[in-house]
């Protein structure tokens, strides 16, 4: 799943990923892979990202970068969840100047339990 | 998979991925997942790594730190492929002096469609 | 699976990490998938970190950036590993200040061989 200001959906197969709010709905219980690469376009703040599983945060990651003119926050990781949890990625801190172009959000099922 | 100027193939089951192009080209219809770092050497160029399927970009990652000696474009993405579809790397923009070393390719099947 | 100091892990399906000495033991022969992005905070060294199948490296990855309040050194990789191989990460070169912490490190089986 790939989406900036006005998101684009490359992948959603059974539709379980809500583009309005960019939430991730587990439709069943089971062990699930998620990436992402948050994008940040040039200016002087640092910017955490978290991956949440409903309301708690999962992992994190950085871009602090001052003189690059885009570099990423990335991470990825297993997670077990149970139908209905919802993943969905959240600016910690910082302000993403263009939104989410070129930002990246992924996940899929890799085996039931 | 992974490769540098004279590219070593880690994984390729099934023998679908085009190692002399480095071309990666579906068995069958479905969900695939893949990933790349692109590690990019001190020099004072930005470079711009785009994933292609097909002759179309699909997502972009940039590296473009001058005062770091090794820095990687990174990104991920699932896609959904036709057979025979390819799945490629381009470097968009700048070069890679001392080629593809460290840089790593990698895709799979995450299910059949 | 993710770890700091006092490593968390958070999915461990069949208990084939072993999170005391995190090192991943291949339950069977197949084809596996495996990323990591090790944070490293703020100082004046370039880090290099391995991905290491039983005593070599196999993927490397760099942070270096020295202006920076965290950076990640990410990679991935697909590896078709042996019953019993085992799979860790090596901080080859430079010094984690304050460990692990944020970084993660993950990998399942893809399919069986």
Redo the contacts between chains.
């Keep these: ?2 989406w900036d200001s006005n998101p684009r959906v ?2 959603n ?1 059974g539709n379980h990923f809500d583009s309005k709010r960019s939430v991730f709905k587990a439709p069943r219980r089971g ?1 699930y ?1 998620f ?1 992402f ?1 948050v ?1 940040k376009v040039y200016n002087r703040q ?1 910017i955490q990202v978290n991956l949440m599983q409903n309301e708690y945060p ?5 871009a ?9 926050a ?7 969840l149970e139908r209905e949890d919802r993943v969905y990625l959240k600016l910690e801190r910082g302000t993403l100047m263009g939104g989410w172009k ?1 930002s ?1 959000f ?1 996940g ?1 099922l ?2 039931p ?1």
């Design positions: 799943r790939e490359l992948v197969v062990i892979s990436c690469h994008v640092t999962v992992i994190s990651a950085f602090g970068d001052q003189d690059v003119t885009r570099e990423a990335s991470n990825g990781v297993l997670l077990h070129y990246t992924s899929f890799v085996f339990l």
